[in-house]
């Protein structure tokens, strides 16, 4: 078999690989990009497809340039940064609108301007791997390498937030340092606009040597720890606990969350993505709107300044607990929150009962399919759908024109994960 060939690569895969034929068979080729002809090395075989990796490229794309990270070749946590910043997001839209093609059979009647923001540091949650390696006689701190058996072994990081990102090598010496180093497998990160929490899972109780190399490391940065010995809920802050919170200025809202609470990794880019779901979702004082995967009120907050009533639904007791604390700290009382697993059966739930105008879907990556067949949709005339997977929005935008009687008005991507092939995006639905 022979394992290096030379391939002319015509498209971007969802997941930022190259996509050419070789012999009548489709080879995603990780590291090309579209227009360009490469010398690869096979992979991986498959029955209807193949996978490679660059070795050189011959002709190369007006759109590579050189990416900014040292550590990109051998780091999982970018796929793009080979490839012009403005093209990133143009092949995101591109994924997008192929996936509601392909897997939906829809079109949007308008295609919205793909939103992006801060494209560098932006990342203020991730986890981080840890690893000991004794041949090194050193701790590695990072991403998965792009072989995720392995973790990258980083000096710095250009997507995480500044504070974290340019101290990924003092963490290396941290962890290096400690007694418990070979039983400390994480380290994840939440940033708030005020403060940077650390969680370090530990896997056996630490020293009293180790407390206090964290205490003298959270002095040094101004980083604040978190332990976290087993599971979630033993999650708690090494000395005092810090107030973790964003601001949504243009609802004048505050928003607290928990270090290991979801919220969305790109602080500029919600903002936008806020202010686009209310444009699209237009809530006015005498709409009642439901907002489905609600979290803790990212969504819901906002509309609740403009609507007559929200009604938030979230399967994570502890988001939804945030939440209505969100609500009466920010004097909100429009707004009210349940807990629900939204991909049972919720025909006992009490707020299935309401009768709702107006919808919100911010679902995971899974998509909204259980909760959609369930919906009563008479009287809802608009949903907006904020989407993390175009596949399941792709399928769900099928359910939701030829099974729910609606169009698909307008759709767009969204630049939440910069240098990642991960698409964000937003879609409008109206009833015929």
Not at 57 to 84: F, I, N, W
Not at 210 to 225: E, H, N, P, Q, S
Request: aromatic share 6%; proline share 5%.
């Amino acid at each position: 078999m022979n394992r290096e060939f030379e391939i002319e690569i015509t498209d971007l895969s969802h997941d930022g690989r190259g996509v050419g034929r070789r012999d009548g068979k489709t080879v995603f080729v990780a590291g090309a990009l579209a227009g360009e002809t490469v010398r690869a090395r096979q992979t991986r075989r498959h029955r209807s497809f193949d996978e490679a990796q660059v070795l050189e490229v011959l002709t190369p794309s007006p759109d590579r340039v050189d990416p900014k990270c040292p550590h990109y070749e051998m780091c999982g946590g970018c796929a793009l940064q080979h490839l012009a910043e403005a093209k990133q997001i143009e092949a995101k839209q591109h994924v997008l609108l192929e996936n509601l093609s392909r897997i939906g059979e829809v079109k949007p009647e308008n295609v919205l301007a793909p939103l992006s923001d801060q494209r560098w540091g932006y990342r203020r949650k991730a986890r981080l791997g840890v690893k000991w390696v004794a041949q090194k006689q050193r701790a590695i701190v990072g991403f998965r390498e792009r072989n995720p058996r392995f973790v990258a072994d980083l000096s710095r990081c250009e997507v995480l937030t500044p504070s974290v990102g340019e101290r990924i090598e003092a963490l290396s010496e941290l962890v290096t340092s400690m007694d418990a180093r070979e039983r400390l497998p994480q380290i994840e990160i939440a940033a708030g606009d005020d403060a940077v929490a650390l969680v370090f899972r530990h896997l056996e109780p630490l020293s009293d040597a180790d407390i206090d190399r964290l205490r003298a490391f959270a002095k040094d940065t101004g980083l604040v720890i978190y332990l976290q010995p087993k599971g979630i809920d033993t999650v708690h802050p090494l000395d005092e606990p810090v107030a973790l919170r964003f601001r949504i200025p243009a609802a004048d809202l505050t928003l607290d969350f928990l270090p290991l609470d979801f919220v969305q990794v790109n602080a500029g880019m919600n903002q936008k993505m806020i202010a686009q779901a209310l444009s699209l979702l237009d809530p006015q004082a005498d709409d009642r709107v439901l907002d489905l995967f609600c979290g803790l009120g990212n969504f819901t907050l906002p509309i609740a300044r403009r609507a007559g009533q929200v009604v938030g639904v979230e399967g994570d007791d502890g988001l939804v607990a945030r939440a209505r604390d969100n609500a009466a700290n920010n004097g909100i009382g429009n707004a009210e929150f349940h807990a629900a697993d939204l991909t049972t059966d919720l025909s006992a739930e009490p707020w299935m009962r309401d009768r709702p105008n107006k919808l919100l879907l911010d679902p995971p990556r899974s998509g909204a399919e259980a909760v959609i067949h369930q919906l009563d949709f008479k009287g809802i005339d608009r949903v907006v759908y904020v989407s993390c997977h175009p596949g399941s929005l792709g399928r769900d935008a099928g359910i939701m024109v030829r099974e729910k009687g609606y169009r698909l008005k307008a759709a767009g991507a969204m630049d939440m994960f910069p240098h990642t092939a991960h698409v964000e995006s937003i879609a409008l639905f109206e009833r015929n």
